[in-house]
């Protein structure tokens, strides 16, 4: 038998990452949030499904419904704030996100959430102070970035600090 192919791939580093989000006036229309934050980590929770029956020797689990969750983090500036607090509790905020950035072919995974909850910032004498935002995933694709459209923010999301990028989910 011959031996299973190795494969190896080429770790992404992490300062790429690229982030966006809807906003409570265009919760369709994505912007780049990257430079507020610091940290993405997604997370899966699936029901555990017990289908054993009678005289069966061994349990029979299935898989049941699945949690995707993304919890984002960052620091606290008047601007992140202005930008997340509104989407509290909203639905269908289109959000797309680049593990190793939105390079052309570089792998985009986007969709609609739920902006779940949005802590108030903590605060340490010693620390810069921080966000917290837990997002939903409603609907998720998995695909590649494609050219990246560079759009003037309108003078209302000028005055906020939103970056300029966007792009229509």
Known sequence: ???????????QPGIHTYFALGNDSAPTVVQ????????VEPSEDTDE???TTFRNTSKRILA???TISYTLTGYYSEEAYEFF????????????????GN????TKISGLCTVFSFADPSSSVDAVNGLTVELRIETRTVGVFSAVLMDEPEPAAA???????????
């Open 1 to 11: 038998m011959p031996a299973a192919p190795i494969l190896t791939g080429e770790p």
């Open 32 to 39: 780049d949030i990257s430079d507020f934050l610091t940290g």
């Open 49 to 51: 499904l017990d289908a």
């Open 64 to 66: 049941g419904f699945s």
């Open 85 to 100: 607090a509104p989407l509290r509790k909203m639905t269908g905020v289109a959000y797309e996100y680049g593990p190793g």
């Open 103 to 106: 390079e052309d072919g570089k």
């Open 159 to 169: 005055g906020r600090g939103i970056p300029k990028r966007s792009r229509a989910a």
